[in-house]
């Protein structure tokens, strides 16, 4: 094959033409000179980090905050029919907040249906639960306790694991990814199987109205409040930080030590940590790469 | 010209399997039989009685080793278990190189980690383009590069493939002159596919009255096919006189026909279903313009190969689509709907007014690729493989491959040469049954002569 004599500037990214370069010619300039670097990376900032991270404390938090109720409720230290009253109001707390936030963004007829709603589900869980506890009580009585507070860890870490964080974009429409829903039942066993060592039937009934409270309720509550001010949020994770500490404290130090070393990891050194891992950031993009069809 | 030698060829994927890398692998071999040397292939066996050794035209041995494929045709990458089938094939077929084929045949990564062992140098194709951003893709690229660290020379079907080899593979290193700056070793080629384009010859000249739009193509999401389902209806709407007709199988074949019964289209799109690489000539004949809409393509032979058969040619720009066709005989169009409507109009427009010559089309990309150019140029990068210096133990020892995957890749050697220590000692190469007789060239060349047509009907045996 005749080839004229080139130089690399003449050479093309062609394969038809025979070029007069060998095959394993590199052009200088033009290789990978289509290959872009994080092309689509926006860098993260520190602070909104840190209220992205708000979510899992808080998450934490009521876990041990159940925790500790859980303990004073088997120790005696605390009566169950307190508890109930108590979850009550924090559920009428709850609810109106809900409500506040409901007033802004969705429309008075569905309003009124959502709240028919919510009062009849309330009081089905209410009467399900009352019916259901002494077979509750009574579900791992053959089990030793060794093994339900080994199933009840791993069933936590479960649910903290797979909880949805995110933050609700529309308002009214929550959509339980499966992870989540996963989440939620995890919980859900952990307080029931929790809720079996204890002896009196209100003590069970109790303990797990609060469970459905905190494990069900809340992070729809937090979905929503997610979304709202970055005031808000502070201040709730603050609050229920401090609960958890101040009632794990009543039980052991050990463990309030490491709850709060654990808190303020998650929610201050661990964004430090991402953002300072940003620099090790690398995507390539080329042209090699799947192209995303544009359809209309 | 070289020295006549020995070469086997290792891949998953040959015949009875069809595709690209399959014909590559066929081609060139026989191709470089009649430059005098001795190809053999090893692949893993299909069930049920595709299994021991074959012989295809002309006089290429084909070794099926008994191994399990798990999915599309590959094996398991298992590292150890073909050690004691390729050394005895290697050793008794005097084998002087080994070219292994695909970035997914774990067989092929196999002889590259064996072959030094005996002696034997290595050349590796990439047939395929990878991203990098899924887990598949780091896994596959990590296993590529630990093999890559082995091999002698690596050839890439074109150029876009290679940028993508020689990131995927780490195939660069510290500038000597420079440390700071990273030079691609010099190892690394491009040697283009190619296609016999007398089995692609343009059929007899088609009135503009219809004009007929083929797309041959697996319908799966990588090929794109959601764009051809988003703009079959706007150009049928567009052009009364534009008729589809839709070759393949696959996954998305289930959107085509839905699409067709939504519009009420069944008159205009005919949908062929799978079509065999020996008809691939009679369907494009049929059409004057071809489309293609993959989202990813290395090479695109199917591209050229409509080309060849005289249609002209619409297609998605991406990867290596743009290098291997002169810009008058290719429209292109970005990867988005409204995009492809234009481009599919404009040909169109051009195939009406006859501004293409299937004739000329076809004479031109006779000119561009040839099966013979390209066993010439793999010759070459043979001929430099065997004249370099081989790699010492100790050298592919210490070529890093990183915290993690280093350590386990160190093993994976030294093991490996236990293990054919121990094979050496078990089945002493004294004890091998050699090969002894072969083809005589000047038996193979008067053969050849009687049957002057000997490729095509090589290739009809294939098929």
Same mark, same amino acid.
């Given at each position: 094959?005749?080839?004229?004599?080139?130089?690399?500037?003449?050479?093309?990214?062609?394969?038809?033409?025979?070029?007069?370069?060998?095959?394993?010619?590199?052009?200088?300039?033009?290789?990978?000179?289509?290959?872009?670097?994080?092309?689509?990376? #926006?860098?993260?900032?520190?602070?909104?980090?840190?209220?992205?991270?708000?979510?899992?404390?808080?998450?934490?938090?009521?876990?041990?905050?159940?925790? /500790?109720?859980?303990?004073?409720?088997?120790?005696?230290?605390?009566?169950?029919?307190?508890?109930?009253?108590?979850?009550?109001?924090?559920?009428?707390?709850?609810?109106?907040?809900?409500?506040?936030?409901?007033?802004?963004?969705? #429309?008075? /007829?569905?309003?009124?249906?959502?709240?028919?709603?919510?009062?009849?589900?309330?009081?089905?869980?209410?009467?399900?639960?009352?019916?259901?506890?002494?077979?509750?009580?009574?579900?791992?009585?053959?089990?030793?306790?060794?093994?339900?507070?080994?199933?009840?860890?791993?069933?936590?870490?479960? %649910?903290?694991?797979?909880?949805?964080?995110?933050?609700?974009? %529309?308002?009214?429409?929550?959509?339980?990814?499966?992870?989540?829903?996963?989440?939620? %039942?995890?919980?859900?066993?952990?307080?029931?199987?929790?809720?079996?060592?204890?002896?009196?039937?209100?003590?069970?009934?109790?303990?797990?109205?609060?469970?459905?409270?905190?494990?069900?309720?809340?992070?729809?509550?937090?979905?929503?409040?997610?979304?709202? /001010?970055?005031?808000?949020?502070?201040?709730?994770?603050?609050?229920? /930080?401090?609960?958890?500490?101040?009632?794990?404290?009543?039980?052991?130090?050990?463990?309030?030590?490491?709850?709060?070393?654990?808190?303020?990891?998650?929610?201050?050194?661990?964004?430090?940590?991402?953002?300072?891992?940003?620099?090790?950031?690398?995507?390539?993009?080329?042209?090699?790469?799947?192209?995303?069809? #544009?359809?209309? | 010209?070289?020295?006549?030698?020995?070469?086997?060829?290792?891949?998953?994927?040959?015949?009875?399997?069809?595709?690209?890398?399959?014909?590559?692998?066929?081609?060139?071999?026989?191709?470089? &039989? $009649?430059?005098?040397?001795?190809?053999?292939?090893?692949?893993?066996?299909?069930?049920? !009685?595709?299994?021991?050794?074959?012989?295809?035209?002309?006089?290429?041995?084909?070794?099926? &080793?008994?191994?399990?494929?798990?999915?599309?045709?590959?094996?398991?990458?298992?590292?150890?278990?073909?050690?004691?089938?390729?050394?005895? @094939?290697?050793?008794?077929?005097?084998?002087?190189?080994? $070219?292994?084929?695909?970035?997914?045949?774990?067989?092929?990564?196999?002889?590259?980690?064996?072959?030094?062992?005996?002696?034997?140098?290595?050349?590796?194709?990439?047939?395929?383009?990878?991203?990098?951003? !899924?887990?598949?893709?780091?896994?596959?690229?990590?296993?590529?590069?630990?093999?890559?660290?082995?091999?002698?020379?690596?050839?890439?079907?074109?150029?876009?493939?290679?940028?993508?080899?020689?990131?995927?593979?780490?195939?660069?290193?510290?500038?000597?002159?420079?440390?700071?700056?990273?030079?691609?070793?010099?190892?690394?080629?491009?040697?283009?596919?190619?296609?016999?384009?007398?089995?692609?010859?343009?059929?007899?000249?088609?009135?503009?009255?219809?004009?007929?739009? @083929?797309?041959?193509?697996?319908?799966?999401?990588?090929?794109?096919?959601?764009?051809?389902?988003?703009?079959?209806?706007?150009?049928?709407?567009?052009?009364?006189?534009?008729?589809?007709?839709?070759?393949?199988?696959?996954?998305?074949?289930?959107?085509?026909?839905?699409?067709?019964?939504?519009?009420?289209?069944?008159?205009?799109?005919?949908?062929?279903?799978?079509?065999?690489?020996?008809?691939?000539?009679?369907?494009?004949?049929?059409?004057? &313009?071809?489309?293609?809409?993959?989202?990813?393509?290395?090479?695109?032979?199917?591209?050229?190969?409509?080309?060849?058969?005289?249609?002209?040619?619409?297609?998605?720009?991406?990867?290596?689509?743009?290098? @291997?066709?002169?810009?008058?005989?290719?429209?292109?169009?970005?990867?988005?709907?409204?995009?492809?409507?234009?481009?599919?109009?404009?040909?169109?427009?051009?195939?009406?007014?006859?501004?293409?010559?299937?004739?000329?089309?076809?004479?031109?990309?006779?000119?561009?690729?040839?099966?013979?150019?390209?066993?010439?140029?793999?010759?070459?990068?043979?001929?430099?493989?065997?004249?370099?210096?081989?790699?010492?133990?100790?050298?592919?020892?210490?070529?890093?491959?990183?915290?993690?995957?280093?350590?386990?890749?160190?093993?994976?050697?030294?093991?490996?040469?236990?293990?054919?220590?121990?094979?050496?000692?078990?089945?002493?190469?004294?004890?091998? $049954?050699?090969?002894?007789?072969?083809?005589?060239?000047?038996?193979?060349?008067?053969?050849?002569?009687?049957?002057?047509?000997?490729?095509?009907?090589?290739?009809?045996?294939? !098929?």
């Amino acid at each position: 094959m005749t080839v004229l004599v080139q130089t690399p500037k003449d050479w093309t990214k062609i394969l038809w033409k025979r070029q007069s370069f060998q095959d394993n010619y590199i052009p200088p300039a033009s290789f990978l000179s289509s290959l872009r670097r994080n092309s689509n990376f #926006k860098p993260q900032t520190y602070w909104p980090l840190v209220l992205l991270s708000c979510a899992i404390t808080q998450h934490i938090s009521t876990i041990f905050i159940f925790l /500790s109720i859980f303990v004073w409720i088997q120790q005696s230290k605390l009566d169950p029919r307190t508890m109930v009253w108590i979850t009550g109001g924090s559920s009428l707390v709850g609810y109106a907040i809900w409500e506040v936030l409901d007033s802004i963004s969705v #429309k008075t /007829s569905e309003r009124y249906a959502n709240r028919l709603k919510a009062l009849k589900s309330s009081i089905l869980i209410f009467l399900a639960l009352m019916s259901l506890t002494p077979v509750l009580r009574t579900l791992t009585a053959a089990t030793s306790s060794d093994s339900i507070w080994a199933l009840t860890s791993i069933l936590f870490i479960l %649910n903290t694991l797979l909880a949805d964080y995110s933050a609700l974009k %529309n308002a009214g429409q929550v959509q339980g990814r499966l992870t989540s829903v996963l989440s939620m %039942n995890a919980a859900m066993s952990a307080s029931i199987v929790l809720a079996s060592r204890l002896t009196a039937d209100i003590a069970v009934f109790a303990l797990i109205l609060f469970s459905v409270q905190v494990f069900t309720l809340y992070p729809f509550l937090r979905h929503r409040l997610k979304a709202s /001010s970055t005031i808000i949020q502070g201040t709730t994770t603050m609050l229920l /930080s401090i609960l958890a500490v101040a009632l794990t404290a009543s039980l052991s130090w050990t463990i309030t030590f490491l709850l709060s070393i654990g808190l303020l990891l998650i929610t201050f050194l661990a964004p430090a940590f991402l953002v300072w891992a940003q620099k090790y950031k690398n995507e390539i993009r080329g042209p090699w790469d799947v192209a995303v069809p #544009k359809v209309n | 010209m070289m020295d006549p030698i020995s070469i086997a060829m290792i891949s998953d994927f040959f015949h009875p399997n069809v595709g690209g890398v399959e014909n590559h692998i066929y081609m060139l071999s026989a191709k470089l &039989i $009649h430059k005098g040397h001795k190809v053999i292939v090893i692949t893993h066996s299909h069930a049920p !009685d595709r299994v021991g050794v074959r012989w295809l035209l002309p006089s290429l041995k084909v070794y099926y &080793i008994p191994f399990l494929p798990i999915a599309s045709s590959a094996t398991l990458p298992n590292f150890f278990t073909s050690l004691p089938y390729l050394r005895t @094939i290697l050793l008794r077929e005097h084998i002087h190189l080994i $070219h292994a084929h695909a970035s997914l045949s774990s067989i092929g990564h196999e002889g590259i980690l064996h072959s030094h062992l005996m002696g034997i140098r290595t050349v590796f194709t990439d047939h395929s383009l990878f991203g990098f951003d !899924d887990a598949a893709s780091i896994l596959t690229n990590k296993l590529l590069a630990g093999t890559l660290r082995n091999v002698d020379a690596v050839i890439c079907v074109s150029h876009t493939g290679r940028e993508n080899t020689v990131l995927r593979g780490e195939l660069f290193e510290r500038s000597e002159d420079d440390p700071s700056r990273l030079v691609v070793r010099e190892n690394v080629y491009v040697i283009p596919n190619a296609l016999v384009a007398d089995q692609f010859k343009p059929g007899p000249p088609r009135s503009t009255e219809t004009i007929n739009i @083929i797309v041959l193509s697996r319908l799966a999401y990588r090929k794109g096919i959601d764009l051809l389902v988003a703009t079959a209806p706007r150009i049928c709407a567009a052009f009364p006189n534009v008729k589809f007709i839709v070759g393949g199988d696959g996954p998305k074949l289930i959107d085509l026909l839905q699409m067709r019964e939504k519009y009420l289209l069944q008159d205009r799109i005919e949908l062929l279903g799978p079509v065999r690489h020996g008809d691939v000539r009679s369907v494009l004949i049929q059409g004057s &313009i071809f489309m293609n809409t993959s989202l990813t393509e290395s090479f695109g032979i199917a591209i050229l190969e409509a080309a060849c058969a005289g249609l002209y040619v619409v297609s998605t720009k991406v990867g290596g689509v743009p290098e @291997i066709l002169p810009e008058d005989m290719i429209s292109f169009a970005a990867p988005e709907e409204d995009d492809v409507v234009r481009a599919i109009s404009e040909a169109i427009e051009i195939v009406m007014a006859g501004k293409h010559d299937p004739l000329r089309a076809h004479e031109r990309v006779r000119t561009f690729y040839d099966w013979e150019d390209v066993a010439t140029r793999t010759e070459v990068v043979y001929d430099t493989v065997i004249k370099s210096p081989q790699m010492e133990l100790w050298e592919r020892i210490q070529r890093q491959l990183g915290p993690f995957a280093g350590p386990i890749y160190t093993i994976i050697l030294i093991v490996d040469c236990v293990f054919f220590l121990f094979l050496e000692w078990w089945m002493p190469r004294e004890d091998l $049954h050699y090969v002894t007789h072969h083809w005589d060239q000047a038996k193979y060349k008067e053969v050849r002569s009687l049957f002057a047509c000997s490729e095509i009907s090589a290739h009809n045996v294939l !098929d």
